[in-house]
Nanobody, 123 residues
Framework: QVQLVESGGGLVQAGDSLNVSCTIS????????MGWFRQAPGKEREFVAA???????AYYADSLKGRFTLSRDNTKSTYLQMSGLGPEDTAVYYC?????????????????WGQGTQVTVSS
């Protein structure tokens, strides 16, 4: 049973930075990609960032490039660093794991999901 647990969400002010992380447990194999998505109230889930199994490639939503940085380590955890946050970044942030395929930006590309962590940015 693969489980993903996000942590690090919270309430911050506009302009602040915040780091959220995702810890994986269970048998995943070694070559899996990780992605982050977010869903704001009343909006559809949207792609945030993804990283390859080797961490050699990271992909970002165009609107978030330069503000968000995704990394991963050998312990199967991923870290999403967010800077210059604004109220528009308020959402539940989800991490997801992709075991097969090559897609990055669609929710359907991913097999396992965490429960999400709330990020709220006040103006």
């Amino acid at each position: 049973q693969v489980q993903l647990v996000e942590s690090g969400g919270g309430l911050v002010q506009a302009g602040d930075s915040l780091n959220v992380s995702c810890t994986i447990s269970g048998r995943t194999g070694s070559r899996f990609a990780m992605g982050w998505f977010r869903q704001a109230p009343g909006k559809e889930r949207e792609f945030v960032a993804a990283i390859s199994w080797s961490a050699s490639g990271a992909y970002y939503a165009d609107s978030l490039k330069g503000r968000f940085t995704l990394s991963r380590d050998n312990t199967k955890s991923t870290y999403l660093q967010m800077s210059g946050l604004g109220p528009e970044d308020t959402a539940v942030y989800y991490c997801a794991l992709r075991t097969i395929g090559t897609g990055w930006t669609r929710g359907l590309d991913y097999t396992y999901w965490g429960q999400g962590t709330q990020v709220t940015v006040s103006s």
